[in-house]
């Protein structure tokens, strides 16, 4: 070979060198030149689990599909790998894998449940790797700022020009809850399964009334409403200009005179009603939590602004909702003289949660975790009483915090337990905590990691936290770091969520959509090792593959509260009939849908090798008729596939939230989908024997009717293909 020749080489060489190293960043920096400078130097807001009824322990979102960046290993060459003081890489898709994280659960659920689009997404996406770039750092103080806006740009260009088409409209994204501070939201609806609010009070007025009742939160802009949309047209009290005629209802909520915004009315149980929240902040969907005595509170968990930290903590149930909520001055505080529970603190964290400690005043806890306590960003837990008044004269309004040693949770190790749900059980708090750093003194592995990487993101710990009550008045919750679990699993199961709410029960279920099939999978982490195993599902005595459909929307685990507990894993899925090859008529006035849902089940208390069988299905067909000549609204329109963005009745119900609960007369578990174009008339289908009817067949008025058909779902070839096109 030529000198001449080699020379050239090196030259090719060191051109390319300079083009991987310096081209990515400077198209990244010319296309998003003016993204937000964020200085505040807080986390971002991490994914959070709600609870949607009494008996639900856990939601599986995700589509199956697991949770990462979504990035070949090889994308490691183009960012920052160089170490950081103590010796550490942290490699892009780790390093910035919380953000993922959402990202993955933006793309698939944000539009259906919070109308967020891809742009939405995105820029959360770049937002969140900015702020989290500053705390886990590369390289030296100095520059890891800049460098980590320049980052952040690359992960945003990079998902902006390759993830169009995983990004779901409304033809596929599904209704599934997971953020806890939705500032990009305009609106968005939650729906809770909760017990009649005042059926205990008066048998005969609501002997027609259900056990439970489905109240629908709608937040618009924070401005909240609630309706109980399975509550009949009954009055909560008779009209009367007397404040002195306070009823049993009235009385239960602690009302003793009729405040002057009651007196005249009529109020039904069915009607929406205003609800008073503490303005000037952005709310989340309120928290469903059952407590000890079986009584169910509803909690938001607000953030003031992404800036700090401080969070608005509000304590009601459904008969509070649904009575008189207006405080007499607009303050967050005691002296607003609100009938609901509100208390601001500064929780050190962005995504607070309640829990309850039983037994103890002062019960219920609003609880973080965080790595904001100490210089070394060592994990600490933080808990301050929900509900006891703030003493303006030290430092009761913020959550005081205990720190956790040891080489698992200190010196920023545990900073992956900001990326997936936290459990929270009565006196117990789980998180995931998966690795964030790569430490290696070998030249030749550190080349290799930084082309390869760990596209899955494999290694982590599983945390078990137990919470004790406070050893003195006012003080932290006792927080004990009870157990640390490495595991070596793929994130291509995450998330993984509870099978039971039995404390240091650690089993978990995870989804697996393989090709054309879906798999249920668990994971002991009470074992040594733990390890991916299957789960098996039965129906007629013989196993069942289902369809990979049945993953895109979320799968329902519920745990009952019978003298023999079951444990209930409930499926659904949809699709909209729409005739391949053939487009949609502009003028059309009528779309169908066919929606379908599954349970199988065993005794809680079953070993873990045995399956869950089939006990009841049903496959529906929905059709919506609408009025003509009027395609500019979402509810009077034929869904085109050719433009998913545009919403329709049946796309809408196709993505709709699924809920699970004894809203039906008859006891058993009904099943529930809220209509967004008909708010007032669910759906709701009742169990039957094996299989499901709707309550009702028709709905809605002449402009905008719905007329459903269920039958029987008890084939296995109907559940292990896709949804069949004729009914």
């Given at each position: 070979m030529s000198r001449k020749l080699i020379g050239w080489s090196v030259v090719a060489i060191a051109v390319i060198a300079l083009m991987l190293t310096y081209l990515p960043t400077f198209v990244a920096d010319s296309l998003y030149k003016n993204v937000e400078d964020i200085s505040d130097g807080e986390m971002p807001a991490t994914i959070t689990a709600f609870q949607s009824g009494p008996e639900v322990v856990s939601t599986l979102g995700g589509s199956g599909e697991g949770l990462n960046c979504s990035l070949p290993a090889v994308t490691n060459i183009f960012f920052d790998g160089s170490k950081d003081a103590a010796g550490k890489r942290h490699l892009v898709l780790q390093r910035f894998r919380q953000a993922c994280v959402f990202h993955d659960l933006c793309y698939r659920h944000g539009l259906a449940t919070y109308g967020y689009n891809q742009n939405d997404c995105d820029r959360i996406l770049q937002n969140a790797a900015f702020r989290l770039c500053?705390?886990?750092?590369?390289?030296?103080?100095?520059?890891?700022?800049?460098?980590?806006?320049?980052?952040?740009?690359?992960?945003?260009?990079?998902?902006?020009?390759?993830?169009?088409?995983?990004?779901?409209?409304?033809?596929?994204?599904?209704?599934?809850?997971?953020?806890?501070?939705?500032?990009?939201?305009?609106?968005?609806?939650?729906?809770r399964v909760v017990d009649h609010p005042f059926k205990a009070l008066d048998q005969a007025k609501y002997s027609g009334e259900p056990d439970q009742v489905i109240l629908t939160v709608e937040n618009?802009?924070?401005?909240?409403?609630?309706?109980?949309?399975?509550?009949?047209?009954?009055?909560?009290?008779?009209?009367?200009?007397?404040?002195?005629?306070?009823?049993?209802?009235?009385?239960?909520?602690?009302?003793?005179?009729l405040p002057e915004a009651?007196?005249?009315?009529?109020?039904?149980?069915?009607?929406?009603?205003?609800?008073?929240?503490?303005?000037?902040?952005?709310?989340?969907?309120?928290?469903?939590?059952?407590?000890?005595?079986?009584?169910?509170?509803?909690?938001?968990?607000?953030?003031?602004?992404?800036?700090?930290?401080?969070?608005?903590?509000?304590?009601?149930?459904?008969?509070?909702?649904?009575?008189?909520?207006?405080?007499?001055?607009?303050?967050?505080?005691?002296?607003?003289?609100?009938?609901?529970?509100?208390?601001?603190?500064?929780?050190?964290?962005?995504?607070p949660l309640p829990m309850e400690l039983p037994g103890v005043a002062d019960s219920i806890l609003a609880t973080a975790i965080s790595a904001q306590m100490t210089t070394d960003r060592d994990l600490s837990f933080c808990s301050r009483s929900a509900s006891r008044p703030i003493d303006n004269s030290g430092s009761d309004d913020r959550s005081k915090c205990t720190n956790f040693s040891g080489d698992d949770v200190s010196k920023g190790a545990a900073l992956?337990?900001?990326?997936?749900?936290?459990?929270?059980?009565?006196?117990?708090?789980?998180?995931?905590?998966?690795?964030?750093?790569?430490?290696?003194?070998?030249?030749?592995?550190?080349?290799?990691?930084?082309?390869?990487?760990?596209?899955?993101?494999?290694?982590?710990?599983?945390?078990?936290?137990?919470?004790?009550?406070?050893?003195?008045?006012?003080?932290?919750?006792?927080?004990?770091?009870k157990k640390v679990v490495r595991f070596n699993i793929d994130d291509r199961f995450d998330p993984m969520m509870p099978i039971t709410r039995k404390r240091d029960d650690l089993r978990f279920l995870s989804l697996e959509a393989l090709k054309s099939k879906v798999y249920l999978r668990m994971?002991?982490?009470?074992?040594?090792?733990?390890?991916?195993?299957?789960?098996?599902?039965?129906?007629?005595?013989?196993?069942?593959?289902?369809?990979?459909?049945?993953?895109?929307?979320?799968?329902?685990?519920?745990?009952?509260?019978?003298?023999?507990?079951?444990?209930?894993?409930?499926?659904?899925?949809?699709?909209?009939?729409?005739?391949?090859?053939?487009?949609?008529?502009?003028?059309?006035?009528?779309?169908?849908?066919?929606?379908?849902?599954?349970?199988?089940?065993?005794?809680?208390?079953?070993?873990?090798d045995a399956p869950f069988v089939k006990s009841a299905g049903a496959v529906c067909r929905i059709v919506y008729e609408f009025a003509p000549d009027h395609t500019d609204w979402p509810c009077y329109r034929a869904f085109d596939p050719g433009r998913p963005m545009r919403a329709s009745p049946a796309?809408?119900?196709?993505?709709?939230?699924?809920?699970?609960?004894?809203?039906?007369?008859?006891?058993?578990?009904?099943i529930a989908f809220p209509d967004v174009c008909l708010k007032s008339e669910p759906i709701l289908l009742t169990p039957q024997g094996d299989t499901f009817v709707p309550s009702r067949d028709t709905a809605g008025w002449p402009g905008l009717r719905r007329t459903i058909k269920c039958k029987p779902l008890d084939a296995a070839a109907a559940v292990n293909g896709p949804i069949a096109a004729t009914f």
């Open positions: 500053i705390y886990i750092r590369n390289g030296s103080e100095a520059s890891s700022a800049v460098r980590c806006q320049t980052d952040s740009k690359m992960v945003l260009a990079g998902v902006s020009i390759g993830g169009y088409g995983a990004y779901r409209g409304w033809d596929r994204s599904t209704y599934f809850e997971f953020e806890s501070d939705p500032a990009r939201a305009s609106q968005f609806v939650a729906s618009v802009r924070s401005d909240i409403a609630v309706t109980c949309i399975t509550c009949a047209k009954v009055p909560v009290f008779e009209a009367t200009q007397d404040p002195t005629q306070v009823n049993a209802e009235l009385r239960s909520v602690g009302l003793t005179r009651l007196l005249g009315r009529r109020p039904l149980l069915s009607q929406t009603a205003p609800v008073w929240l503490p303005p000037r902040r952005h709310h989340a969907a309120p928290h469903l939590l059952i407590d000890a005595a079986g009584k169910n509170r509803l909690i938001w968990m607000s953030r003031n602004n992404p800036r700090d930290t401080l969070s608005c903590i509000v304590l009601a149930d459904a008969a509070r909702l649904l009575t008189n909520t207006l405080p007499k001055r607009d303050l967050f505080s005691i002296n607003a003289g609100s009938s609901l529970t509100m208390v601001e603190i500064d929780m050190f964290a962005t995504s992956g337990a900001f990326q997936n749900f936290a459990v929270v059980r009565p006196g117990q708090q789980i998180f995931f905590a998966r690795d964030v750093d790569q430490r290696t003194d070998a030249a030749l592995t550190s080349i290799w990691q930084r082309a390869m990487g760990d596209t899955y993101s494999p290694g982590g710990a599983l945390l078990v936290i137990d919470v004790g009550p406070p050893s003195v008045a006012n003080g932290p919750a006792a927080a004990r770091l994971i002991d982490f009470a074992k040594g090792e733990p390890a991916v195993g299957n789960v098996r599902l039965t129906m007629g005595g013989s196993d069942v593959e289902l369809d990979r459909s049945w993953a895109e929307r979320p799968m329902m685990v519920l745990e009952t509260r019978d003298a023999q507990p079951r444990t209930k894993l409930v499926f659904s899925h949809g699709e909209i009939a729409i005739a391949p090859g053939q487009p949609v008529a502009a003028d059309a006035t009528t779309e169908a849908l066919t929606l379908q849902a599954l349970i199988f089940e065993r005794d809680a208390a079953a070993p873990a796309a809408k119900m196709q993505a709709s939230q699924m809920l699970v609960g004894h809203f039906m007369q008859g006891g058993g578990h009904g």
